[in-house]
């Protein structure tokens, strides 16, 4: 059974930073096109970031456009998330999630993703 484990949340201030961490196992993780999403307490679960299978190609919710990084270590199983000049409208659960089909481009919507780690909380302060 496929595993995600995300890591790396946490409290931090407005303006700090955060760097997540997903390790996958039991996936072919080099072929399958990985992203995050997150959901903030009372409100709808929503796209964050994606990332092709190679890291070619990336896109972003315009909320984190040029604050939030998305990357990938094929070779480590490993997807990140480097969160800079973070903001209180940031605070989250972040889950890691691995596509639906192998070799296809990441997918705004959660229906494109079959796989869901457990999630890791982030609490930006004001």
């Known amino acids: 059974q496929v595993q995600l484990v995300e890591s790396g949340g946490g409290l931090v201030q407005a303006g700090g930073s955060l760097r997540l961490s997903c390790a996958a196992s039991r996936l072919t993780f080099s072929i399958y096109s990985m992203g995050w999403f997150r959901q903030a307490p009372g409100k709808e679960r929503e796209f964050v970031a994606g990332i092709s299978w190679s890291g070619s190609y990336r896109n972003y919710a315009d909320s984190v456009k040029g604050r939030f990084t998305i990357s990938r270590d094929n070779a480590k199983n490993t997807l990140y998330l480097q969160m800079n000049g973070l903001k209180p409208d940031d605070t989250a659960v972040y889950y890691c999630?691995?596509?639906?089909?192998?070799?296809?481009?990441?997918?705004?919507?959660?229906?494109?993703?079959?796989?869901w780690g457990q999630g890791t909380r982030v609490t930006v302060s004001s």
């Open positions: 999630v691995a596509a639906r089909q192998a070799r296809t481009l990441p997918n705004r919507s959660a229906l494109g993703y079959d796989y």
